[in-house]
C-alpha cells in the first residue's frame, strides 16, 4: 500500500507569551490518502488554521513550540517529516508540497502591478522557461472557468480596479498554478455570494479530480463537507473531537459536540 500523502501525528502547538506557554494543539493525528478530499470542521477558535499554519510552516519561530510529526510523502514514495528539518527550511519544503489557498488570500495580489504581470510570474515561477503564448491562452480559459468575465481587458487591469469577488477568483486560480499535490484550503470562498462559492468549490473539487490532487478543506461550512468530502475532521479547543467518513459522521455522529454542530446547520437550512 502507498503511503498517506499527508500523515499528521500527534501534533501539538503551544504559543508562548510572557513565559509562558498556552496549549492550542493537542495530540491532532490524522492523514490524508492520494485523492482524499478531508474536510476540517469546527467552530470558531477550535484550532483549525492552527493546525493549518503548522503544516505550511507559517508561524513565527520564536512565540511557538511544535510538537509531533508532520509526514509529507516525496515523489519517490519516501517521507519527510517537516518538523525535523531545520526552522530556516521549512517555509520552502510547505511551500512545494502544498498548495495553499486563504480566505484572505486576495491579499496575496500585488496592488502595484497588473494582474497578467503577476498572473505570468506566478505561472512561471512553477513552470521556468514556460511558452509565455501558451501561458497566457491557458490564463484567459481560466478566466473563463472562474466565471471571471472581460478577458484581456479584466488581466490589463490592477487588483483595485476589480471587485473583491473577482479578485479573490484570480488569487485561487494562480494559487492553482502550484504543481503540489496537497491543496490546503482555509475558508476560501466567504466573501463570495452562494453561486460563485458554489462554483468555486466545484470547480476545486473537479480539478482535484482531474490532477489527482488530495485535500485538506477547512471550514465551517459542514454543509460544503458533506457535499465534497469523502473524510471530516471535526476539531474543538484544539483537539479532533471525532473523525471518519463523513456520510458515516453525518448519518450516526457519536460525540454530542458533533451532533450540535450538525442540528446548527440543519436549523439554519430550515
Ligand atoms: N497569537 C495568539 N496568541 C494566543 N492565542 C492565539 C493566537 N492566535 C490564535 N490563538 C488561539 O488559537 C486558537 C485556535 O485559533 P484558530 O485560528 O486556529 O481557530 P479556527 O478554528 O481557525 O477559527 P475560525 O473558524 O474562526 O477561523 C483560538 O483559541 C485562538 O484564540
Ligand atoms: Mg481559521
Redesign the pocket.
Known amino acids: 500500500m502507498t503511503e498517506p500523502v499527508l500523515e499528521v501525528r500527534n501534533l501539538n502547538l503551544d ?1 508562548v ?1 510572557d513565559r509562558r506557554a ?1 496549549p ?2 493537542r495530540d491532532v493525528s490524522f492523514s490524508v490518502e492520494e485523492g482524499e478530499l478531508r474536510g ?1 470542521a ?12 503548522c503544516l505550511t510552516s507559517l508561524l513565527p519561530r520564536r ?1 511557538v513550540q511544535i510538537r509531533g510529526e508532520i509526514l509529507f510523502r516525496e515523489e519517490d514514495g519516501s517521507r519527510t517529516d517537516l518538523l525535523k528539518l531545520p526552522w530556516k527550511e521549512r517555509q520552502r519544503f510547505s511551500a512545494s508540497h502544498t498548495c495553499l489557498i486563504l ?1 484572505d488570500s486576495i491579499n496575496a495580489l500585488n496592488p502595484f502591478e497588473r494582474i497578467d504581470a503577476q498572473w505570468m510570474e506566478t505561472a512561471l515561477l512553477h513552470r521556468p522557461g514556460g511558452n509565455r503564448d501558451e501561458i497566457r491562452g491557458r490564463i484567459l480559459q481560466q478566466l473563463d472557468t472562474f466565471g471571471i468575465h472581460g478577458g484581456e481587458e479584466v488581466l490589463r487591469k490592477y487588483p483595485h480596479q476589480l471587485s473583491g469577488g473577482m479578485r479573490q477568483r484570480i488569487a485561487i486560480a494562480m494559487a492553482l498554478e502550484s504543481p503540489a499535490k496537497l491543496l490546503i484550503a ?2 476560501p470562498t466567504t466573501s463570495l455570494d452562494t453561486i460563485n462559492q458554489r462554483r468555486i468549490v466545484e470547480f476545486i473539487v473537479e480539478l482535484c479530480r482531474e490532477r489527482g490532487l488530495s485535500m485538506l478543506y ?3 461550512n459542514l454543509g460544503i463537507v458533506q457535499a465534497i468530502c469523502g473524510t471530516v475532521t471535526v ?1 474543538k ?2 483537539r479532533i473531537i471525532e473523525q471518519g467518513r463523513t456520510d458515516e459522521v453525518f448519518a450516526d455522529p457519536q460525540a454530542a459536540y458533533t451532533k450540535a454542530l450538525l442540528e446548527g446547520t440543519k436549523s439554519l437550512q430550515r
Open positions: 504559543i507569551k498556552i492550542i494543539l476540517i469546527g467552530e470558531s477558535g477550535a484550532g483549525k488554521s492552527m493546525t493549518m499554519y512565540t480566505q482555509d475558508e477547512i471550514t465551517h476539531m479547543d484544539g
